[in-house]
C-alpha cells in the first residue's frame, strides 16, 4: 500500500458488456473527421500551451539515435518533433483522419506512418527502442491490455512512456477540498460523463512486472492545467475560469509560454508525483526468461508470466531516479539523501575517477550513488564504485529476513527466494541479488572488508589495500566509519589518494552520535570546505593535495588525545557556520556531538550543562535526536552505548 492512502471515486461495477462499450464509443469517436479536425485545431502541429511541457516531458527521457513507436499518435504532436531530433520515428492511429493531417504537415521527415488499432499493434515483437504514447493510455478502461501490447514491441532494455491519471493525487487534494471538485471526466465506466482512466501507483507497478516492465518514473505534469488541489480550493466554477485564462494567456504570449514550461520542468516536475493529477509514466522493459523479446499477444495480463530479470543496459535511460526506486531498497538513509546523492553523481560529480563507498548495508545509498554514475554523460570509462562493508556478523539470518520483507511485499523477492538469500547472515548474495539485475551493477565492486574500530586494530589494517595504487580517486562517500578510530584509518589511507577538488560526502554528519565527523572535518577545515547537505548528509570538496601525515598531525588516534577544549572549539566553530547559514540542524548537531565527545572522554558533568541548556522548542523538529541524547548520547567501537547513569 502507498505512504498516502487514497480515496478513488466510488464507481459502478465494471460487466464486459459497458467495458467493450466505452472502448468501441472511443474508437468510434476518434476514427470520426469531426473531432480529428476539431482536436487539430484546438491543439495545432505541434505542442504548445499548457500541454508544451508534457511534450517536452517526454522527448526528455529518450535517448539519442532511438527507435520510437508513438502509439495513438493523431496529427503527430511527438512524432513529428521526434522525428526532428533524429530519432527513427513510427506512428500509428486507428483515425484515418488523424494520420492523413500528419501526412500532410511531416514534410520530408521520415515518418513511419501506420493505421491500426493499438490493441493489436501493426510491428514485431521488440521491434522499437522506446514506445510511447501521450494522452492516449487513459482513454481506455482496458489499458492493461495496451500496455500488454506496448511491453510486447519493445526491445529489452527499452523504454515504455505514456501519461497516466494516480489516485494518490486525489488523496493529496483533499485537505483543499478537492473531494468536492467536480471533474468533467470519470473513472467510472457506467457514468454519464466521458471515460478517463485512474488507478493507484502500485496497480500501475503491478501491472508492469507482470509484463516485465519496471517502473524508473512517474513524473508529475500538467500542475496547473489539471490539479484538484486547486479545483477545491478555488472551486469548481472558478477552476474552470482560471483554467480558460490560462490557455488564453499561454496560447497569446511566447514569454508566459516560455515561463511556464520553465516552471513546470525546474520545479513542477521535481515534486512527488501525487502533486498532480497525471504523471509521465516511464517503464524500462527487462529481459524476460529465455532471452527472447517475443510476448503473448492477444491473451489477459493476468495470464503473462513475469520476466526474468537480467542485466539491464549500463546507462539509465532516464535523468533523475524515482523516489520509489531508490526507495525500494531497506535503508537508514532518508528517500531525500538517496535522490540527492543520484542527483549528485548524475550531475554535480565531474565524472572522473574511482568512487569510493564505505558502509553500504543492503546498498540503499549504492543504488543512488551508482545509478547517478551511470546517468552521468561525463562519466569517463572505467569509473567505478568500489563499497566496503561487513558482510558478516551484522544481522543474524532472521532479522535479515524481517529486514527484506518490503522487499517481498513489494514483487522484488518472491518469499522463496528472500528466504534462500537469507538462510545465513553472510548477505553478500543479497547484496549482488538486490544490485546485479540492474545495469547500475555493473558498476558496483563489492568488497567484504570491514574497517578497524580500535585504535589497536589500525597499523595491522588490510581493509582498504585494494586501492593502495590508486592515486586519483574521484569521489568518497562515507556512511559505515561508526567508531573515531574507523574514521581515523579511513581519513589516512584515502585522502591522500583522492585527487584535489573530489567530493567527500559523510553521510551521518547530522547524526548526533557521530561525533567523529565534525571533529574531522573541523581538523581537517583547510582541506575540506562544506558544499551542500541534504537531512544528516554533508559534501565537502577537497581544496588541495593532504597527505596521510597532514591527516594523523591534525587527528589524533583517539578522542582523549583530542581533549576537551578541541572539542569545544571544533562545537564553536560549526556552531557558528550553522547560524551563518541558517542550518538549525547543524546547530543542534553542533551541540549534541560536543555532548557526546565529552561524555567519550570522561567529561560527564559539562555535556551535561549543554544539555540542560539547549533551547528544546527551537529544535522540536529534531526532537527524536534529542531523545535518544538523553538516553544515549554516543556509542564505544563494537556499538555499546554510553548511557547517562552508567557514566554518573
Known amino acids: ?43 495545432g502541429v505541434r505542442p504548445r500551451g499548457a500541454f508544451a511541457p508534457v511534450y517536452r516531458c517526454m522527448l526528455a527521457q529518450i535517448p539519442p539515435k532511438s527507435k520510437v513507436l508513438d502509439v495513438g499518435c493523431g496529427h503527430g504532436r511527438l512524432a513529428i518533433p521526434l522525428a526532428e531530433a533524429g530519432h527513427t520515428v513510427a506512428a500509428t492511429d486507428v483515425s484515418q483522419k488523424m494520420l492523413d493531417l500528419l501526412r500532410e504537415h511531416k514534410g520530408k521527415l521520415p515518418i513511419d506512418i501506420r493505421l491500426g488499432d493499438a490493441h493489436g499493434i ?87 512486472r507482470k509484463l516485465g516492465l519496471n517502473l524508473l518514473q512517474a513524473i508529475p505534469i500538467k500542475f496547473l492545467h489539471d490539479n484538484h488541489a486547486f479545483g477545491g480550493a478555488l472551486g469548481t466554477g472558478d477552476y474552470r475560469a482560471f483554467q480558460g485564462e490560462l490557455i488564453q494567456r499561454l496560447d497569446a504570449n511566447p514569454a508566459v ?64 531516479a524515482t523516489a520509489r526506486f531508490l526507495n525500494e531498497i531497506p535503508s537508514e538513509t532518508s528517500v531525500a539523501e538517496r535522490q540527492y546523492l543520484h542527483d549528485f553523481f548524475a550531475s554535480g560529480w565531474d565524472g572522473q575517477g574511482t568512487v569510493v563507498e564505505i558502509g553500504p548495508f543492503l546498498g540503499g545509498t549504492t543504488r543512488a550513488i551508482a545509478s547517478g554514475m551511470a546517468a552521468n554523460p561525463r562519466r569517463q570509462a572505467g569509473a567505478v564504485l568500489h563499497t566496503f562493508d561487513r558482510f558478516d556478523d551484522y544481522y543474524s539470518a532472521d532479522k535479515l529476513r524481517a529486514t ?86 579511513a581519513m589516512k589511507f584515502l585522502l591522500p589518494r583522492l585527487r584535489p577538488g573530489a567530493p567527500v560526502i559523510f553521510q551521518d554528519f547530522g547524526w548526533y552520535t557521530c561525533f567523529w565527523i565534525s571533529s574531522v572535518t573541523h581538523a581537517l577545515r583547510e582541506f575540506l570546505v562544506p558544499v551542500s547537505h541534504v537531512d544528516s548528509t554533508y559534501t565537502f570538496r577537497l581544496t588541495r593535495h593532504v597527505t596521510a601525515h597532514d591527516v594523523a598531525r591534525r587527528f589524533a588516534r583517539t578522542p582523549v588525545e583530542m581533549g576537551e577544549v578541541y ?19 547543524a ?62
Open 122 to 208: 501493426k510491428a514485431a515483437d521488440g521491434e522499437f527502442d522506446v514506445v510511447l504514447s501521450s494522452d492516449f493510455m487513459p482513454h481506455f478502461p482496458d489499458w492493461p491490455r495496451l500496455l500488454q501490447e506496448k511491453a510486447r514491441v519493445c526491445r529489452s532494455g527499452g523504454l515504455v512512456l505514456f501519461a497516466f491519471n494516480f489516485t494518490e493525487h486525489k488523496t493529496f487534494a483533499q485537505p483543499f477540498g478537492g473531494g468536492n471538485f467536480e471533474h468533467p471526466y470519470s473513472p467510472d465506466v457506467n457514468s454519464t460523463k466521458p471515460f478517463w482512466a485512474e488507478c493507484e501507483l502500485d496497480e500501475m507497478i503491478t501491472a508492469g
Open 404 to 489: 527484506i520483507e518490503p522487499m517481498v511485499r513489494g514483487g522484488v523477492f518472491t518469499p522463496a527466494r528472500a528466504n534462500d538469500l537469507c538462510r545465513e547472515a553472510n548477505f553478500e548474495r543479497l547484496f549482488d541479488a538486490i544490485h546485479s539485475p540492474h545495469g547500475y551493477g555493473q558498476l558496483v565492486n563489492l568488497h567484504n572488508s570491514p574497517l578497524p574500530d580500535r585504535p589497536e586494530e589500525i597499523d595491522g589494517s588490510t581493509s582498504l589495500d585494494c586501492l593502495a595504487g590508486e592515486t586519483d580517486l574521484g569521489a568518497l562517500f562515507i556512511d559505515g566509519c561508526k567508531s573515531w578510530a574507523s574514521t581515523h584509518y
Open 257 to 320: 509560454a516560455e515561463f511556464f514550461a520553465w516552471l513546470e520542468k525546474d520545479l513542477f516536475q521535481r515534486l512527488p508525483f501525487f502533486a498532480a493529477y497525471s504523471s509521465v509514466v516511464v517503464f524500462e522493459k527487462t529481459a524476460p526468461a529465455g532471452g527472447s523479446d517475443k510476448a503473448t499477444r492477444g491473451q489477459p495480463v493476468t495470464s503473462v508470466t513475469p520476466a526474468a530479470p537480467a542485466p539491464a543496459p549500463l546507462a539509465p535511460t532516464t535523468p533523475v
Open 587 to 648: 546547530e543542534l548537531i553542533a551541540q549534541l556531538h560536543q555532548v557526546a565527545a565529552l561524555m567519550t572522554i570522561g567529561r560527564r558533568s559539562a555535556a551535561a550543562n549543554i544539555l540542560k541548556g539547549l533551547n528544546v522548542q527551537r529544535y522540536a523538529a529534531f526532537a527524536d535526536m534529542i531523545r535518544g541524547c538523553l538516553k544515549s548520547p554516543t556509542y564505544l567501537p563494537g556499538g555499546k552505548q554510553i548511557l547517562w547513569q552508567e557514566a554518573a
Open 567 to 585: 572539542f569545544n572549539r571544533a562545537a564553536e566553530a560549526l556552531l557558528e557556520r550553522s547560524r551563518r547559514e541558517l542550518d538549525l540542524r
Open 1 to 43: 500500500m502507498n505512504t498516502l492512502e487514497t480515496s478513488a471515486e466510488p464507481q459502478s461495477p465494471v460487466t464486459d458488456a459497458a467495458l467493450q462499450r466505452v472502448i468501441q464509443e472511443k474508437t468510434k469517436f476518434w476514427q470520426q473527421d469531426g473531432p480529428a479536425n476539431n482536436h487539430f485545431n484546438h491543439s
